[in-house]
T-cell receptor, first 116, second 113 residues
Framework: DTAVSQTPKYLVTQMGNDKSIKCEQN?????MYWYKQDSKKFLKIMFS???????INETVPNRFSPKSPDKAHLNLHINSLELGDSAVYFC???????????????FGPGTRLTVL | AQSVTQLGSHVSVSEGALVLLRCNYS??????LFWYVQYPNQGLQLLLK??????LVKGINGFEAEFKKSETSFHLTKPSAHMSDAAEYFC???????????FGQGTRLTINP
């Protein structure tokens, strides 16, 4: 059983298109996250949601819009894709949104987005 | 604000040799510290975490890390490297409040036969 799953695994698209990445967790966690990993492997948080409520929004362009229909799902929609959006996007989940030594995050396998 | 510096973007060791991956953190509050491993084309997997119960933390796959407050360090070690340890390793810190992991730039570990 996959704990945190993402679809699709690979996404290749043209500049200007709109695309979505889906994430689901079956761990019963309340909090979910989106991270972006650039070509130099640098990981940076984009958003976090706790029980469908936005908790963290890290200076991400408005073209990125997360949506959480329920606490087990957090999708990422990207409008008007740009070359600089090419990256690997990771979804993660944790038991709660509060920082704690015991509140580790579990990561999905990633979605590699390539914008041509 | 929290930050993490991993010294050495690439570390290469021989199979059976000691692995030492360095991580220094900056935090205005007692930090929550984690090490994650990323195998090629995979997501991140938690190796270990600092829980304040002990300064020496044991993780999976024979890895351990020592928290040194005076040096603001949380270096990762393994006594004897195995070929399967080849991967990217990330140190991460989170402060208090809403959890937001801040990652170091990663260290790519290569194991030579």
């Amino acid at each position: 059983d996959t704990a945190v799953s993402q679809t699709p695994k690979y996404l290749v698209t043209q500049m200007g298109n709109d695309k979505s990445i889906k994430c689901e967790q079956n761990l019963g966690h309340d909090t979910m996250y989106w991270y972006k990993q650039d070509s130099k492997k640098f990981l940076k948080i984009m958003f976090s949601y706790n029980n469908k409520e936005l908790i963290i929004n890290e200076t991400v362009p408005n073209r990125f819009s997360p949506k959480s229909p329920d606490k087990a799902h957090l999708n990422l929609h990207i409008n008007s894709l740009e070359l600089g959006d090419s990256a690997v996007y990771f979804c993660a989940s944790s038991r709660s949104y509060l920082a704690s030594n015991y509140n580790e995050q579990f990561f999905g396998p990633g979605t590699r987005l390539t914008v041509l | 604000a929290q930050s993490v510096t991993q010294l050495g973007s690439h570390v290469s060791v021989s199979e059976g040799a000691l692995v030492l991956l360095r991580c220094n953190y900056s935090s205005s509050v007692p930090p929550y510290l984690f090490w994650y491993v990323q195998y090629p084309n995979q997501g991140l997997q938690l190796l270990l975490k600092y829980t304040s119960a002990a300064t020496l933390v044991k993780g999976i796959n024979g890895f351990e890390a020592e928290f040194k407050k005076s040096e603001t360090s949380f270096h990762l070690t393994k006594p004897s490297a195995h070929m399967s340890d080849a991967a990217e390793y990330f140190c991460a810190v989170s402060g208090e409040g809403a959890q937001k992991l801040v990652f170091g730039q990663g260290t790519r570990l290569t194991i030579n036969p």
